[in-house]
């Protein structure tokens, strides 16, 4: 949803990438703002409020009385009852929210109603006209007042949830080790202990990484002249860095992954290398600022570790060509987003005829070693073919010497995180010019994190134990199914489909798993144990725990080859501590962990309009995601195969394109640049379904419920449009320009405003809800709809 899943297995022993902002941007709090006084917090309608009251007590506070007595004693929504079954969607000629005159407005004076309020008028600005800019209007408080901390990159609605998150994480794992506490929650502790404890860090120094580059062959820009070019192959650097933990994919991407057109079983998988720094970057050139950085930050890097710093200079830059050139050969963004494209089988004896240079039966064998043995017909999936003959001949003309430097740069950029503040604070350098924070993070919240994503499961198990709200889970279920109704009747009633693929998308639709809160078996202690097992954690050697974790999820993927696929296994979806959401393709599955379904999200204490704005948003959103550029092109089963009719095919391709087009011609003012709409589409395709399913989900609430009370201090404002309201605080945001720069180069997300001004403004709904008239700027003449 707002970031993309980063693989548990990788995650950790990597350099920081520009991609990574788009992880990184879940992860701010807004601690540490400077507050002013009672009377300048206040909003201009929250003061003319308390002016009136005030006046209005002084004249006649017996008749004020009574009447309060009186409100207070009226009945109103009962905001715990989610509803239990879904129902088609009102009829389009409702008549429209109207601002409320009428002094006997249901008001809710719930504590829950009461924060929720304040949390709003916080947020917005009503000196905006919400015909004009509904961001401005819902967002624009929050936008000026908000400052970002020196230690991050953005802040958004998010941070408040993870901030709480990481606290909890925190108080899990700072907790002693118990005697018989199961092995799981021991080893999540140790590598938390492990990244705290500073004492053994710094004494031990830069010696772990020194010995490991050591056993890895040796980095030339240490070793100088003493190193032995004859001694390398590309290949053999591969096979170590895999016995080590390290990745395999920093000259071509290796991975066992599910088959897209037989999503029973799984196949090997070979892609593009990873690189060191986003490809749209490197692809500028040397002088390019970022390019500069990263080059700077790895000859400072090399030196730190003992090189001569002039043959750091002159040789790294050769290996950062190497890594420009790996770049230039690979396919962008937005020609990866066909999969039928990337899908080009061939077996062990295909890929040696086409590609000679490699002695694939050797490669193959050598990764999957000990777990599975291959043969000539063995079949592996091959995304970028050229990619594979231009890496030939780059490698033949290649000195060893620079390709050893780059890989081995590629492990030190890797472990930098774990090693010595010297080496960090050279690495916050590099952090600060790719995205504009200038501090690291408390430490402890670096070590939450680092034990939180790469145990998720034992972290995750933890977490549900103690504080996920049982509640949560069977309403948000009851929600899921509730917006799943409203998709499956946009399905029926869209004109532009043909019947035979109307019918396949419903049954799409209808298949589509949920995963909610987190699977039951993360309350077994002996399934966890059995998982657990092979893994060791040091409490006083971060590097090696970390590589023994890395490792462990390598040798637990690569041993899944032969297995069948069971898309409901428990652990592919035991990440509850995460404050995210997911569809997945392969599973027509979507997955909204325990850690979204709370705060700002969903609340049980608080009308049902504002939840249906904010996770309901979000469910829709990963309901479409099945409907978007690529998810169609999976059927029911999960499967790459086309199900949809040419001219339906084409007349969804002319309305992907309008919104292409239109998030395309967006400027983010700040940075003056356009958002990618290519790459974006995707994500844009989900929020304007996703928005449109909540609101008539919520519609067919209000049909069986009755309309629900307004908000204190809110009360001219229906409760169709606080559901708007709603969904447009789940994106108030605050970026620093590095980090929106990165947003809209690398990511697949468009900044938080977009995501407001873009869906709302297609919907006619909004329009009437709000009265703004026809070609203002929020109900624009030309609207584009897929869903």
């Given at each position: 949803m707002?970031?993309e899943?980063?693989?548990?297995?990788?995650?950790?022993?990597?350099?920081?990438?520009?991609?990574?902002?788009?992880?990184?941007?879940?992860?701010?709090?807004?601690?540490?703002?400077?507050?002013?006084?009672?009377?300048?917090?206040?909003?201009?309608?929250?003061?003319?409020?308390?002016?009136?009251?005030?006046?209005?007590?002084?004249?006649?506070?017996?008749?004020l009385?009574?009447?309060?007595?009186?409100?207070?004693?009226r009945?109103?929504?009962?905001?715990?009852?989610?509803?239990?079954?879904?129902?088609?969607?009102?009829?389009?000629?409702?008549?429209?929210?109207?601002?409320a005159?009428?002094?006997?407005?249901?008001?809710c004076?719930?504590?829950?109603?009461?924060?929720?309020?304040?949390?709003?008028?916080?947020?917005?600005?009503?000196?905006?006209?919400?015909?004009?800019?509904?961001?401005?209007?819902?967002?624009?408080?929050?936008?000026?007042?908000?400052?970002?901390?020196?230690?991050?990159?953005?802040?958004?609605?998010?941070s408040?949830?993870?901030?709480?998150?990481?606290?909890?994480?925190?108080?899990?794992l700072d907790?002693?080790?118990?005697?018989?506490?199961?092995?799981?929650?021991?080893?999540?502790?140790?590598?938390?202990?492990?990244?705290?404890?500073?004492t053994?860090?710094?004494?031990r120094?830069?010696?772990?990484?020194?010995?490991?580059?050591?056993?890895l062959g040796?980095?030339p820009?240490?070793?100088?002249?003493?190193?032995?070019?004859?001694?390398?192959?590309w290949?053999q650097?591969?096979y170590?860095?895999?016995?080590?933990?390290?990745?395999?994919?920093?000259?071509?991407?290796?991975?066992?992954?599910?088959?897209?057109?037989?999503?029973?079983?799984?196949?090997?998988?070979?892609?593009q290398?990873?690189?060191?720094?986003?490809?749209?970057?490197?692809?500028?050139?040397f002088?390019?600022?970022?390019?500069?950085?990263?080059?700077?930050?790895?000859?400072?890097?090399?030196?730190?570790?003992?090189?001569?710093?002039?043959?750091?200079?002159?040789?790294?830059?050769?290996?950062?060509?190497?890594?420009?050139k790996?770049?230039?050969?690979?396919?962008?963004?937005?020609?990866?987003?066909?999969?039928?494209?990337?899908?080009?089988?061939?077996?062990i004896?295909?890929?040696?005829?086409?590609?000679?240079k490699?002695?694939?039966?050797?490669?193959?064998?050598?990764?999957?070693?000990?777990?599975?043995?291959?043969?000539?017909?063995?079949?592996?999936?091959v995304?970028?073919?050229?990619?594979?003959?231009?890496?030939?001949?780059?490698?033949a003309?290649?000195?060893?010497?620079?390709?050893?430097?780059?890989?081995?740069?590629?492990?030190?950029?890797?472990?930098?995180?774990?090693?010595?503040?010297?080496?960090?604070?050279?690495?916050?350098?590099?952090?600060?010019?790719?995205?504009?924070k200038?501090?690291?993070?408390?430490?402890?919240?670096?070590?939450?994190d680092?034990a939180?994503?790469?145990?998720?499961?034992?972290?995750?198990?933890?977490?549900?134990?103690?504080?996920?709200?049982?509640?949560?889970?069977?309403?948000?279920?009851?929600?899921?199914?509730?917006?799943?109704?409203q998709?499956?009747?946009t399905?029926?009633?869209?004109?532009?489909?043909?019947?035979?693929?109307?019918?396949?998308?419903?049954?799409?639709?209808?298949?589509?798993?949920s995963?909610?809160?987190?699977?039951?078996?993360?309350?077994d202690?002996n399934?966890?144990?059995?998982f657990?097992?092979?893994?060791?954690?040091?409490?006083?050697?971060?590097?090696?725990?970390v590589?023994?974790?890395?490792l462990?999820?390598?040798?637990?993927?690569?041993?899944?080859?032969?297995?069948?696929?069971?898309?409901?296994d428990?652990?592919?979806?035991?990440?509850?501590?995460?404050?995210?959401a997911?569809?997945?393709?392969?599973?027509?599955?979507?997955?909204f962990?325990?850690?979204?379904?709370?705060?700002a999200?969903?609340?049980?204490k608080?009308?049902?309009?504002?939840?249906?704005g904010?996770?309901?948003?979000v469910?829709?959103?990963?309901?479409?995601?099945g409907?978007?550029?690529?998810?169609?092109?999976?059927?029911?089963?999960?499967?790459?195969?086309?199900?949809?009719?040419?001219?339906?095919?084409?007349?969804?391709?002319?309305?992907?394109k309008?919104?292409?087009?239109?998030?395309?011609?967006?400027?983010v003012?700040?940075?003056?640049?356009?958002?990618?709409?290519?790459n974006?589409?995707?994500?844009?395709?989900a929020?304007?379904?996703?928005?449109?399913?909540?609101?008539?989900?919520?519609?067919?609430?209000t049909?069986r419920?009755?309309?629900?009370?307004?908000?204190?201090?809110?009360?001219?404002?229906?409760?169709?449009?606080?559901?708007?309201?709603?969904?447009?605080?789940?994106?108030?945001t605050?970026y620093?320009?590095?980090?929106?720069?990165?947003?809209?180069?690398?990511?697949?997300?468009?900044?938080?405003?977009?995501?407001v001004?873009?869906?709302?403004?297609?919907?006619?709904?909004?329009?009437?809800?709000?009265?703004?008239?026809?070609?203002?700027p929020?109900?624009?003449?030309k609207k584009?709809?897929?869903?």
């Open positions: 707002e970031t899943p980063v693989d548990q297995q990788t995650f950790l022993m990597r350099e920081p990438q520009s991609g990574d902002a788009e992880y990184i941007s879940t992860n701010f709090n807004m601690r540490n703002n400077v507050k002013p006084s009672f009377w300048g917090q206040r909003t201009k309608l929250e003061k003319r409020l308390m002016l009136l009251a005030g006046v209005a007590t002084v004249l006649a506070i017996a008749f009385a009574a009447f309060v007595a009186s409100l207070l004693m009945t109103t929504a009962d905001i715990n009852d989610m509803p239990q079954t879904s129902e088609l969607r009102l009829s389009s000629s409702m008549p429209p929210a109207v601002v005159k009428d002094s006997n407005v249901k008001i004076n719930s504590p829950g109603c009461v924060h929720t309020a304040s949390k709003l008028l916080q947020n917005m600005d009503d000196k905006i006209d919400p015909c004009d800019d509904f961001y401005d209007f819902a967002c624009g408080s929050f936008v000026k007042n908000t400052r970002i901390p020196d230690d991050k990159t953005s802040v958004n609605t998010f408040i949830i993870t901030d709480q998150l990481q606290e909890q994480i925190r108080a899990l907790e002693p080790i118990a005697v018989g506490e199961p092995r799981p929650f021991v080893l999540a502790k140790t590598l938390y202990q492990a990244c705290m404890n500073r053994a860090i710094e004494s120094g830069v010696q772990p990484l020194l010995d490991m580059l050591r056993n040796g980095w820009v240490l070793d100088g002249n003493s190193w032995n070019d004859r001694a390398f192959s290949e650097s591969v170590k860095f895999r016995a080590a933990g390290y990745s395999v994919d920093y000259f071509l991407d290796f991975s066992i992954s599910v088959d897209v057109k037989n999503s029973t079983k799984r196949t090997i998988d070979l892609d290398a990873s690189l060191g720094l986003s490809r749209e970057y490197l692809n500028r050139g002088s390019d600022k970022l390019v500069q950085a990263y080059y700077e930050y790895m000859v400072d890097i090399a030196t730190l570790l003992g090189a001569d710093r002039s043959r750091a200079e002159v040789e790294l830059k050769e290996s950062l060509e190497f890594e420009m790996l770049a230039n050969i690979s396919l962008p963004l937005e020609k990866r987003r066909n999969a039928t494209s990337l899908y080009n089988p061939m077996t004896t295909q890929l040696q005829e086409k590609f000679p490699i002695p694939w039966l050797e490669y193959i064998n050598r990764l999957l070693a000990p777990h599975v043995t291959v043969t000539h017909d063995e079949i592996a999936i995304s970028v073919p050229k990619y594979i003959s231009d890496l030939e001949v780059l490698l003309k290649t000195p060893a010497r620079v390709q050893a430097n780059y890989v081995m740069w590629r492990v030190a950029g890797a472990s930098v995180s774990y090693l010595t503040d010297e080496l960090r604070r050279r690495q916050l350098q590099y952090i600060t010019a790719l995205s504009g200038t501090e690291r993070e408390s430490r402890w919240k670096e070590c939450a680092t939180s994503v790469s145990m998720s499961i034992a972290v995750g198990a933890l977490y549900i134990r103690k504080y996920f709200n049982e509640k949560s889970k069977a309403n948000a279920l009851e929600m899921v199914n509730d917006i799943r109704q998709f499956r009747k399905l029926t009633e869209v004109e532009w489909m043909d019947e035979k693929t109307r019918q396949e998308a419903l049954e799409k639709a209808d298949a589509m798993e995963h909610i809160a987190y699977p039951s078996e993360m309350l202690d399934k966890l144990t059995e657990y097992s092979s893994l060791e954690m040091s409490s006083d050697k971060l590097m090696e725990s590589l023994n974790l890395t462990f999820g390598t040798e637990f993927l690569f041993s899944k080859l032969r297995e069948p696929v069971n898309k409901t428990w652990i592919t979806h035991g990440r509850p501590a995460i404050v995210n997911f569809y997945s393709s392969i599973e027509n599955s979507i997955q962990p325990a850690g979204i379904l709370q705060g999200f969903f609340s049980a608080r009308p049902a309009y504002m939840n249906y904010a996770i309901g948003f469910i829709g959103h990963e309901i479409t995601h409907f978007d550029d690529q998810g169609r092109q999976f059927d029911k089963n999960g499967n790459l195969v086309d199900w949809w009719q040419e001219m339906t095919k084409q007349k969804y391709l002319e309305k992907a309008c919104i292409i087009d239109q998030y395309s011609n967006y400027t003012k700040e940075v003056s640049m356009k958002l990618n709409g290519v974006t589409q995707g994500e844009n395709i929020d304007n379904g996703g928005i449109k399913e909540a609101y008539y989900a919520y519609q067919a609430w049909h419920h009755g309309e629900e009370s307004r908000l204190p201090g809110l009360e001219k404002y229906s409760p169709r449009q606080l559901f708007w309201l709603s969904a447009a605080n789940t994106w108030c605050v620093r320009n590095e980090a929106i720069k990165l947003r809209i180069t690398t990511g697949f997300h468009a900044p938080g405003r977009f995501r001004v873009g869906p709302l403004s297609n919907m006619e709904e909004f329009a009437s809800d709000f009265k703004c008239p026809i070609g203002s929020m109900n624009p003449v584009c709809k897929v869903w």
